[in-house]
């Protein structure tokens, strides 16, 4: 079993940068696919990003592509999401997961393992 503990959130403003951390305890991280995911008030859960067991492929959703890069360390059991470029609409509580299983369509799959969350807020 993982357990998942982001880092790294805050308060912004509109085109600053924050890097997010997801810190993996457990055996064999590099054996998990992990997703970036974030909630805003009153709407669904989005996939923001996902990346491989070995870190060689990346996915990303439309609206963060080019701002945002998921990266994964695996000797440091730390998966990061550097945010640059942040806009009000990025407001949310961003959550990494993991699965063991392989992702399918980008992002989709059934993640197991949940982080507690970190909020990021952006305004001016």
């Known amino acids: 079993q993982l357990q998942l503990v982001e880092s790294g959130g805050g308060l912004v403003q509109p085109g600053g940068s924050l890097r997010l951390s997801c810190a993996a305890s457990?055996?064999?991280?590099?054996?998990?696919?992990i997703g970036w995911f974030r909630q805003a008030p009153g709407k669904e859960r989005e996939v923001v990003s996902c990346i491989s067991r070995s870190g060689g492929s990346t996915n990303y959703a439309a609206s963060v592509k080019g701002r945002f890069t998921i990266s994964r360390d695996n000797a440091e059991n730390t998966v990061y999401l550097q945010m640059n470029n942040l806009k009000p609409e990025d407001t949310a509580v961003y959550y990494c997961?993991?699965?063991?299983?392989?992702?399918?369509?980008?992002?989709?799959?059934?993640?197991?393992?949940w982080g507690q969350g970190t909020q990021v807020t952006v305004s001016s």
């Open positions: 457990g055996l064999t991280f590099d054996g998990y696919y």
């Open positions: 997961a993991a699965t063991r299983s392989r992702l399918f369509r980008g992002c989709g799959g059934e993640y197991d393992y």
